[in-house]
């Protein structure tokens, strides 16, 4: 019994190096080679955890391999424009200037019903609005209206909008994050003065957090709250 826990904690910890060497995406993002890798190592890793009978390296050494070849092929694909053609493909325009492309949806098996349900998904119920639908490597297809149909930008208005800066998290369930303090240009002694501002304790808050020009959100624990 300790022995299949041991192997199955190991081939999981593999699995997880795996998929974070593969890169940070969603399934639905992810390209062909990508996602025959991905079936492939969860299909290997299976076998070995199952059945102890079966030797642990003879899992882990075609999960290594397989992995070894995707990142050699992605370096490759980084590198060189026609491997990147042939394993990842090239976008296909499926509507240009609000015509459908009949011989591309026929040759990429995108019926009428799935485009416009791509279309409504982008918040575009009319066809003649479009401008551009491209079907992307990763299955997903990317809508550009025409620009009058597009919605109206603060610059469009001649409005001025101040600067959009990233909250960073400061507090986070009770723990002071030094690190993103620093980041900030702050020390706790500042932390403690907008905190008593608010009436509470770090142990009281859940989530805190600041922008370098001094927007700042709070969250109490809920048990916390009076």
Known sequence: MFISFLRAVI????????????????????????????????????????????PLLAGVIPILTVLSLELILSVLSL?????????????????????????????????????????????????????????????????????????ATAMDAGIQVDDTQMPVIVVSDGRVLSTHLRELGRDEAWLDRQLSAYGCRREDVFLFTATPGGKIYLARRKEAQP
Not at 23 to 46: D, T, Y
Not at 107 to 112: C, G, L, P, Q, S
Not at 121 to 148: D, H, M, Q, R
């Open 11 to 54: 081939l999981y910890l593999i699995l997880v190096v795996s998929v974070r060497l593969m890169g940070k995406r969603q399934v639905g993002e992810l390209e062909p080679s990508e996602l025959v890798v991905a079936i492939l190592i969860a299909n290997l890793a299976s076998v070995p955890m199952q059945d102890i009978g079966i």
């Open 79 to 151: 590198r060189f424009l026609k491997i990147r053609r042939l394993f990842c493909g090239t976008p296909i325009m499926l509507v240009e200037n609000g015509v459908l492309n009949q011989r591309n949806m026929r040759r990429t098996r995108i019926t009428v019903d799935e485009l416009h349900q791509h279309l409504r998904a982008s918040g575009v119920l009319e066809l003649t609005t479009v401008k551009y639908a491209v079907l992307e490597t990763n299955g997903t297809i990317s809508v550009l209206p025409f620009p009058k149909h597009q919605p």
